[in-house]
């Protein structure tokens, strides 16, 4: 018997699924950005699974970084960096420049330094992604993004984790799945104490079974003594990123211990 309220839930999902499919193809996954240089395809075989990511997501991946994500990137000089596990993502942190505070999924506790803000743009635009459900993308967009499209962003997350939730057929709250990308490199395009911009470099697998090396440019403002980040215009973050070709005059992350 036809359920219509099921085929809306199946038309959203389906949405959803041409949104971030195009949004894999063509920014950096997970991490956001307003502007991107030197933009162009550069697929390979993925040897990631397939699943559908939102804006920033990063697995847990040994020794490949600096071999297939970012090879032209030139060598880590980040002091004291370590990786912490989140969803099946390994993130970036620092004892001296944050997170300092780490609870319930949340990060948040940046030190006001370069290396700071770095570590910001990762941690806290990959906890905008609707599949850690609520809990983790709705303190992370009312408390740690500011501008006019941190209200659009969410309402998305908010769309999006319905049909999320319907297909992965998980109690509400839940995360919908895990996350298939790793964070490999960075350029720290503008620094002062009140104010930067990271372009953070993504490696990630598309639908079709290559993997994309994208870039998105993530702007912060120091306020309320943390950084926060500047949500992309419409709340759209595949708005303001694209994949990439060349890596130089980026900086390696170190690779996962």
């Known amino acids: 018997?036809?359920?219509?309220?099921?085929?809306?839930?199946?038309?959203?999902?389906?949405?959803?699924?041409?949104?971030?499919?195009?949004?894999?193809?063509?920014?950096?996954?997970?991490v956001t950005a307003v502007a991107t240089q030197h933009i162009a395809a550069h697929p390979r075989t993925a040897s990631h699974g397939r699943t559908p990511m939102g804006p920033a997501t990063a697995p847990a991946r040994k020794s490949t970084r600096h071999t297939s994500a970012a090879p032209q990137a030139r060598n880590s000089g980040m002091p004291s960096v370590?990786?912490?596990?989140?969803?099946?993502?390994?993130?970036?942190?620092?004892?001296?420049?944050?997170?300092?505070?780490?609870?319930?999924?949340?990060?948040?506790?940046?030190?006001?330094?370069?290396?700071?803000a770095v570590l910001a743009a990762v941690n806290i635009v990959v906890r905008t992604a609707a599949q850690w459900g609520p809990p983790v993308y709705r303190p992370t967009i009312?408390?740690?993004?500011?501008?006019?499209?941190?209200?659009?962003?969410?309402?998305?997350?908010n769309s999006d984790y319905a049909a999320m939730r319907a297909a992965a057929h998980v109690a509400p709250g839940?995360?919908?799945?895990?996350?298939?990308?790793?964070?490999t490199a960075y350029r720290l395009t503008i620094y002062t104490p009140a104010a930067a911009t990271a372009d953070i470099v993504t490696e990630g697998p598309a639908s079709n079974?290559?993997?994309?090396?994208a870039i998105t440019r993530i702007h912060?403002?120091?306020?309320?003594?943390?950084?926060?980040?500047?949500?992309?215009?419409?709340g759209a973050?595949?708005?303001?990123?694209?994949?990439?070709?060349a890596?130089?005059?980026?900086t390696a992350f170190p690779n996962e211990g």
Not at 142 to 148: C, D, F, M, V
Not at 220 to 234: E, N, S
Not at 237 to 243: D, E, H, I, M, V
Request: hydrophobic residues 40%.
């Open 247 to 250: 890596l130089r005059g980026y």
């Open 142 to 157: 009312n408390h740690q993004l500011t501008g006019p499209g941190a209200a659009a962003l969410l309402a998305a997350d």
């Open 1 to 30: 018997m036809f359920n219509y309220a099921d085929y809306r839930r199946y038309r959203r999902y389906r949405r959803w699924r041409r949104r971030r499919r195009l949004a894999l193809l063509l920014i950096a996954i997970t």
């Open 220 to 234: 912060l403002v120091w306020q309320r003594r943390d950084w926060r980040v500047i949500a992309p215009p419409g």
């Open 209 to 213: 079974g290559t993997t994309v090396i």
């Open 174 to 183: 839940q995360p919908t799945g895990r996350g298939h990308a790793a964070e």
């Open 82 to 116: 370590s990786w912490t596990d989140f969803h099946g993502i390994q993130l970036p942190v620092s004892a001296a420049a944050g997170p300092r505070h780490q609870h319930n999924g949340l990060a948040r506790g940046f030190a006001d330094t370069s290396l700071g």
């Open 237 to 245: 973050w595949n708005s303001s990123a694209g994949t990439a070709s």
